[in-house]
């Protein structure tokens, strides 16, 4: 079983900065992709970045620029720096184990203010 804890999730004012993390147990983290994914109240789950256990970078346009997912997979961590944060990044942000199965972390809360 893969259980994956986020962390780094606040408060912050409209253009500022946060890092996310997400720490994966279990021997598969290396072999997977893994990815970013946020939810605002009344909106459904949309994919923010995801990278491929190679490195390769997605990212949805309107993150693009401003948010850098990256990994380590000697700390078995995932990470999401977000700059440049705007209101309208508000949300609840998931971290993703994708392989065969999805494994989905708890959330953090990223709250961007005025």
């Known amino acids: 079983q893969v259980q994956l804890v986020e962390s780094g999730g606040g408060l912050v004012q409209a253009g500022g900065s946060l890092r996310l993390s997400c720490a994966a147990s279990?021997?598969?983290?290396?072999?997977?992709?893994m990815g970013w994914y946020r939810q605002a109240p009344g909106r459904q789950r949309d994919l923010v970045a995801d990278i491929t256990s190679g490195g390769t970078t997605n990212y949805a346009d309107s993150v693009k620029g401003r948010f850098t997912i990256s990994r380590d997979n000697a700390k078995n961590t995932v990470y999401l720096k977000m700059t440049s944060l705007k209101l309208e990044d508000t949300a609840v942000y998931y971290c993703?184990?994708?392989?065969?199965?999805?494994?989905w972390g708890q959330g953090t809360q990223v709250t961007v203010s005025s």
């Open positions: 993703v184990q994708l392989g065969t199965r999805l494994y």
């Open positions: 279990g021997s598969a983290f290396s072999r997977n992709a």
